[in-house]
């Protein structure tokens, strides 16, 4: 029950882009279409998942165990963006559909801001190995939800009639408003 | 391209014309989660600006020692380094400030805005050229920032930096301290740069057209004559 409310709550309740801001680079970028809004949010959350492991790993075994989480920061960019790359190359190994299907994406994933902010945040929410693990999981579930929801408003979007200044990125940001005020109402679902 | 616009012109061009913010549209992330009052907005943009003036002087420093196939990789590290040093510093100096930007501090390291500076400026120019151009670049996110940051104080919470500004009366507005009134706020300022931007353009366009009809009737009048 507290591995589901700890899924529920970064999935729904604290999404990582619409509460928490994280990931909104690839959340305007690539939302264009609900085919590869989807296939970067499956990306994105295979990544999250993984990272989430092995950052938990090195965090806990080398850094605590060195006294050096000063350097928290450049092992975590490292791992992550080596990771991506290895990802990559797995996928491209084992599965030819797969890799049509993600690869383009898994390159853009290593600076998207989520997957290091959600390491950073199972640091600082304590979290244990297995919640993390769960955590990261929902992050990913969470983002691709919301990616795929804007991606389908969008398309309904190009035959409605914007206001020249605001087509593009503003009339995104304020779609993206209106989606936080709805996912409002997961909140005091769950507290923290 | 670049190399041929004045000094001052490559420390303003950062301010409006190619604000990071409101034009193009990077560091969306932190401009977004931590604008809730303007003091967190300018203590954001400050190590923002911070990070990417020492990272653009290094990179710029050693443009000519790196191989373009790790570049990237150099660049993060550098940033990552000096996104610790502000880190620690701030955790040490301003233990409040530092609880109330959380984690945004440390997820400087992937703002898109510094690598991208990175990139596209540094790893070309000249060390004094790419400071001047981070410096430009970090005013711009302060302004943005700052905007922000203190629309929504003042519809949210009736202050600015922590002054009263609106009567007592008016009923603050508890959207605007919610993500959502983050995601409005921008999207509404971006919008409106950009009908300011396009009204200016079509300003200069129709003086220009004036300016060849002017031309063209001078020069048939002098034919006739």
């Known amino acids: 029950m507290e591995l589901f409310l700890i899924f529920f709550s970064s999935a729904v309740v604290n999404n990582f882009v619409l509460s928490y801001f994280l990931g909104i680079c690839p959340f305007i970028g690539v939302s264009n279409k609900i085919s590869s809004a989807f296939s970067m949010g499956l990306a994105t959350t295979f990544v999250m998942t993984i990272a989430s492991i092995v950052t938990w790993l090195i965090y806990h075994l080398i850094l605590v165990e060195f006294q050096l989480e000063f350097l928290q920061y450049v092992s975590f960019i490292l791992v992550i963006a080596s990771l991506v790359q290895f990802v990559e190359m797995v996928i491209k190994k084992i599965s030819q559909p797969l890799y049509r299907a993600l690869g383009i994406f898994l390159p853009l994933i290593t600076t998207n801001c989520a997957i290091l902010g959600l390491a950073l945040f199972i640091v600082l929410k304590e979290y244990n190995f297995i919640e993390g693990i769960i955590y990261g999981l929902g992050a990913g579930v969470g983002f691709t939800l919301a990616i795929t929801i804007m991606a389908g408003i969008r398309e309904e979007l190009d035959i409605a009639d914007v206001p020249k200044p605001f087509q593009g990125a503003p009339i995104t940001l304020i779609i993206a408003g209106i989606l936080a005020l709805a996912f409002m109402g997961f909140s005091g679902m769950i507290s923290g | ?225």
């Open chain 2, 1 to 225: 391209m670049s190399s041929k616009l004045s000094l001052s012109k490559e420390y303003l061009k950062g301010l409006w014309e190619n604000n990071p913010v409101f034009i193009q549209v990077l560091g969306m992330c932190p401009a977004l989660a931590v604008t809730v009052s303007a003091i967190n907005g300018i203590a954001m943009a400050l190590a923002t600006t911070f990070v990417l003036v020492f990272s653009s002087f290094i990179v710029s420093l050693i443009r000519n020692l790196v191989p373009s196939q790790v570049r990237i990789a150099a660049y993060i590290l550098i940033i990552a380094t000096f996104v610790t040093i502000v880190d620690l510093v701030m955790k040490a100096q301003f233990p409040e400030l530092s609880k109330s930007l959380g984690p945004y501090i440390p997820l400087i390291v992937v703002n898109c805005l510094i690598l991208g500076r990175q990139e596209a400026f540094s790893s070309k120019n000249s060390v004094g050229r790419s400071v001047l151009d981070a410096l430009g670049m970090g005013s711009g996110f302060l302004i943005a920032l700052f905007v922000l940051g203190g629309m929504r104080e003042i519809f949210g919470s009736r202050t600015l930096l922590g002054f009263q500004v609106l009567p007592d009366f008016y009923e603050p507005w508890l959207i605007m301290i919610l993500p959502a009134g983050a995601f409005l706020t921008l999207g509404l300022l971006m919008g409106l740069s950009n009908a300011h931007s396009e009204r200016k353009k079509r300003i200069t366009k129709e003086a220009i057209v004036q300016d060849y009809l002017n031309v063209k009737a001078t020069l048939k009048a002098k034919q006739e004559s």
